[in-house]
């Protein structure tokens, strides 16, 4: 795997230094921060772009009021206009990108069905990179370097939400994008960097500040909307809140957007919702009971050696919520989705947990830096009960982990709960703005997924046994090892943990015995098996009327070489294709796939949202096409696989790793 790289350059290049300008939501001003060139390798350079540059030029003078020497405008224009020539490629489609604030009519490929009208949502990274300058001194002369401060994950780059309104009755696409954190590329522009005001406000990104500037810059969110980058989640309904589409970011911040022009419009915390939803934390995938009219999600209190998971939930009948159950005493991990069934909330933490007794979590680290992954550690389940409001069970399983949960059922054999899991942390660390822009790495697979269905068996049995040991006692030496890393990381130093001789070939069956020759903390917890249904599939989705039912099918974004065995590094950097799996035949029974495009979440659009078939519906999603340099709009129809229709955005949408949403209209 590729080793990180620093996220800041600097460049002695004067043509690439870019003006200061007030942050505002016109473009010209917005390209003085991020990028001034095209916006992607088939735009050609116009009069605008080259007043910027001479704009540029003529403010690089030195201590004596002469130019800079540096090369003529004429050649930095001329080695762009080259570029423009030259194929892109995946790692050419990680770049920032210009949004679409007008309402575009996109010219519809094919025929959309009569019954199709939806409004489809899409958030992801729409700025990596924010260039700024500084003075340095060279031979006694003032001049202007230029310094790149970087993103480094696609859960991190600040956020372009995507706008489509689908009318099948008159076949037509709508679209309109807005990036929504423009007055924070001002503020990167100015202080050459980024450090959140509270956790979880980064998952892979170095701030490029100082410690200082985290015992000084502490509140609860940004002063303003679009100060505050939401961009894991999009939600077109919060039963309770007052709005009609809201972004949700990896913290525990609620960004109210307008639908229309999708300009933000205000920030709150879920503890400003409810006080009792204490913790400066939570989900950014809640889940929406349509079935009770309920949102569920939680918040983390990270104490000195464990966490306390408030599960809530809200409703239009009580909008400001009510607590379900507390999870206390758990490990501090990162949770980034949950499983919700008509009875049962079953929260899943996986051994990627906060080191340093969570100090580096608790003073503002990027997620990735304050945790490591723990493979002599168990993933744990805790059960919740819906009616009974109390955590009522745990189990536990061999380590792994997983970005998202696929659907979750109840039966008499007991909870199934399906997820997508990996062997470790990898796939955290493939994700990042360094690793999918190396286009030389030797490691640039993706690494192999399993879509597994555990099964939370002998539940009363294992209600039984957590009311007898669910009781967890922080030990001295626990307290002493947060002293001792408090010192260490306000030296500048982390503790390296070594997991080199983990016990990666332990088996669900010898969890419980392997526990117990440890002494583990977990020793005393019945142990959740789990079955294979279907293999490197991610972002997975169900018919909605199928969520917390048993089901067949799962649709997600999947890998070629699943196919044909083709594991070259470039075919499988990223999901190359939409698949279909049968999960009672465990077998891929259809899939979409087209040199050179690169597909994200596929959004089921059902024809019947209260429906009894699985497959009545089409999807959608954006699909980044590196050999035309653009992206489009892909509509299949779920039971055959068969394109309805295509939209050309005449823009690159890079790709995205959040979730969207969809809602239809009648």
Known sequence: ???????????????????????????????????????????????????????????????????????????LIEELRQKEVEPMTLEKGLQNVRDTTETVALAVDGELPTWLNAEVYTVGPGTFDVRYTR????????????????????????????????????????YKSRLTSRRLIEKIHDHHGYAPCHPAGLFHTHANQTVL??????????SKPDGEPCSARILTHLPGIDGQLFC???????????????????????????????????????????????????????????????????????????????????PTGYVHSFAVTPQHVVLVVFPLLAHSSAVKYAWNESIMDACSFYQNEPTVFYVISRKDKRVVASYQAASCFAFNHVNAYEDDQGIFVDLVAYKDDAIARHLSTAHLRDNDTESGSLPPSELRRYLLHNLQSAMSTYAQNQTYVPTVSSITARLSSLWTYARGNS????????????????????????????????????????????????????????????????????????????????????????????????????DGCYPGEPQFVPRDPAGNDEEDGVLTSIVLDTLNSTSFLLVLDARSFDIVAKANLGTIVPPSFSRGSVKLRT
């Open 135 to 174: 003075k340095i001194e060279i031979d006694g002369h003032l001049q202007s370097a230029t310094g790149t401060f970087t993103f480094g994950h696609l859960l991190d780059g600040l956020p372009l939400v995507n706008r489509f309104d689908l009318s099948g009755e008159h076949n037509t696409i709508q």
């Open 1 to 75: 795997m590729a080793s990180s790289v620093p996220h800041t350059e600097y460049a002695m290049d004067p043509d690439e230094v870019h003006s200061v300008s007030s942050a505002s939501d016109d473009n010209d001003s917005l390209g003085d921060h991020i990028d001034s060139v095209p916006s992607h390798p088939l735009q050609s350079l116009d009069d605008e772009y080259t007043s910027s540059q001479e704009h540029a030029d003529r403010a690089l003078l030195d201590a004596s009021g002469e130019p800079n020497v540096s090369r003529p405008s004429s050649v």
């Open 213 to 222: 500037i985290k015992f000084i810059k502490s509140a609860a969110k940004a």
């Open 495 to 594: 503790s390296q943990h070594d997991t080199s001789k983990g016990r990666m070939d332990v088996v669900d069956d010898d969890v419980e015995q392997l526990s117990k020759e440890q002494g583990g903390w977990s020793y005393w917890m019945p142990v959740a098996t789990y079955t294979t249904v279907g293999h490197d599939i991610e972002m997975a989705t169900v018919h909605p009327a199928f969520q917390r039912k048993a089901y067949t099918f799962v649709y997600g974004v999947g890998l070629k070489h699943g196919i044909d065995q083709d594991t070259s590094p470039h075919s499988t950097r990223l999901w190359d294709r939409i698949v279909k799996w049968n999960t009672s035949t465990r077998t891929m029974v259809a899939s979409w796939h087209q």
């Open 248 to 330: 949700q970011n990896l913290a525990n911040h609620i960004q109210e957007l307008d639908p229309f022009d999708l300009k933000p419009k205000r920030v709150l915390t879920w503890s400003e919702v409810n006080p009792a939803f204490a913790g400066y934390s939570s989900c950014a995938n809640g889940v929406y009971d349509a079935s009770t009219g309920e949102y569920i999600n939680f918040t983390m209190e990270i104490g000195y050696s464990t966490t306390r998971y408030h599960f809530f939930s809200t409703s239009s009948s009580e909008p400001r919520g009510a607590l379900i159950a507390t999870v206390p005493n758990a």
